[in-house]
T-cell receptor, first 112, second 111 residues
Framework: GEDVEQSLFLSVREGDSSVINCTYTDSSSTYLYWYKQEPGAGLQLLTYIFSNMDMKQDQRLTVLLNKKDKHLSLRIADTQTGDSAIYFC????????????FGKGTRLSVIA | SQTIHQWPATLVQPVGSPLSLECTVE??????LYWYRQAAGRGLQLLFYSVGIGQISSEVPQNLSASRPQDRQFILSSKKLLLSDSGFYLCAWSAGQGGYTFGSGTRLTVV
């Protein structure tokens, strides 16, 4: 199967942590990505993790990968109103020419 | 540095009219190129991708077509637009296993 699943909506208060979850089905995935889409804009690569890692931290962003459960999460610390956007999870396969498989996106709303 | 250009930013077209959206990439050679569509409130739907000049893979059969006349140019076309073709069209490029870089998108409204 090629499904990448995400919850559609998440609402958090400013200053709290946000955790966006993603599950995938292909055990041969090599890289897993998180993209951010602000209203009316294209997608911006936020961060990625290689499949042999279980955690990656980049400033306020922490990516956790549970390869056994095929579960990926993105944690945003001290969430700000500027973090309001749609977040897409995506996986890539062994072949560099195979298109990424994207989830449907999680709309994060930050309440001031 | 690599850049991707996509135009126009917005487009309003009548039903039955033709369509041509263009995407060009600078600063890289032989990129993989992609066209996605995003309907309102929905996820990304892969329409076409290309791994080289003249090589087009279609993911969803519909009244759209794509062409890659040059290494860094990817064109999305339609001979006759339908109302259901409305959406946000995104072009992207990648190199091998690298993540995608997306263009800024074209908002197409078919009326």
């Amino acid at each position: 199967g090629e499904d990448v699943e995400q919850s559609l909506f998440l609402s958090v208060r400013e200053g709290d942590s946000s955790v966006i979850n993603c599950t995938y089905t292909d055990s041969s995935s090599t890289y897993l990505y998180w993209y951010k889409q602000e209203p009316g804009a294209g997608l911006q690569l936020l961060t990625y993790i290689f499949s042999n890692m279980d955690m990656k931290q980049d400033q306020r962003l922490t990516v956790l990968l549970n390869k056994k459960d095929k579960h990926l999460s993105l944690r945003i610390a001290d969430t700000q109103t500027g973090d309001s956007a749609i977040y897409f999870c995506a996986e890539s396969r062994n072949s560099g020419n195979t298109p990424l498989v994207f989830g449907k996106g999680t709309r994060l709303s930050v309440i001031a | 540095s690599q850049t991707i250009h996509q135009w126009p930013a917005t487009l309003v077209q009548p039903v039955g009219s033709p369509l041509s959206l263009e995407c060009t990439v600078e600063g890289t050679s032989n990129p993989n190129l992609y066209w996605y569509r995003q309907a309102a409130g929905r996820g990304l739907q892969l329409l076409f991708y290309s791994v080289g000049i003249g090589q087009i893979s279609s993911e969803v059969p519909q009244n759209l077509s794509a062409s890659r006349p040059q290494d860094r140019q990817f064109i999305l076309s339609s001979k006759k637009l339908l109302l259901s073709d409305s959406g946000f069209y995104l072009c992207a490029w990648s190199a091998g296993q690298g993540g995608y870089t997306f263009g800024s998108g074209t908002r197409l409204t078919v009326v």
